[in-house]
C-alpha cells in the first residue's frame, strides 16, 4: 500500500515557476515508476511527466516539455515536478500517482496507475 500526498501548488503569474512535491509513504518506494497527472476544467486528465524507479527514465508531453521537469528522491521517498515559464493553459489540477506496472508499457497509461494523490490547484494567470 502507498500512499501519496502532493504539495506545493498555488497561483502563479505566467512566466513564473512553481515546484511541486509528492510525498510517498509505504515501503519500496523506488519500485514504482510515478506519474504526474494534470486534469483542467472540462478537460480529461492528461499524463503531463513520467519517471522510472530509479529515476533514470523520463517522459515527457510536448506541452509541457522544455519548461517542466520530473525528478524523485528516493532516500526521501518523494518526487517533484519543477514547473518553469508557466502558462494559463497550465492550470490544472496536478495529480501525482505510482504504478507497479513496467515503465515501458505502463506510465503512459492512466488505467496503469494504482495509487493516487489527493491533487494540489495550480492556477497561472496572464
Known amino acids: 500500500q502507498v500512499q501519496l500526498v502532493e504539495s506545493g501548488g498555488g497561483l502563479v503569474q505566467a512566466g513564473g515557476s512553481l515546484r511541486l512535491s509528492c510525498a510517498a509513504s509505504g515501503r519500496l518506494f523506488s519500485n514504482y515508476a510515478m506519474g504526474w497527472f494534470r486534469q483542467a476544467p472540462g478537460k480529461e486528465r492528461e499524463l503531463a511527466a513520467a519517471i522510472s524507479g530509479a529515476g533514470g527514465r523520463t517522459y515527457y508531453a510536448d506541452s509541457v516539455k522544455g519548461r517542466f521537469t520530473i525528478s524523485r528522491d528516493n532516500a526521501k521517498n518523494t518526487m517533484y515536478l519543477q514547473m518553469n515559464s508557466l502558462k494559463p493553459e497550465d492550470t490544472a489540477i496536478y495529480y501525482c500517482?505510482?504504478?507497479?506496472?513496467?515503465?515501458?508499457?505502463?506510465?503512459?497509461?492512466?488505467?496503469?496507475?494504482?495509487?493516487w494523490g489527493q491533487g494540489t490547484q495550480v492556477t497561472v494567470s496572464s
Open positions: 500517482a505510482a504504478t507497479e506496472g513496467d515503465y515501458s508499457t505502463s506510465v503512459y497509461t492512466s488505467s496503469e496507475y494504482k495509487y
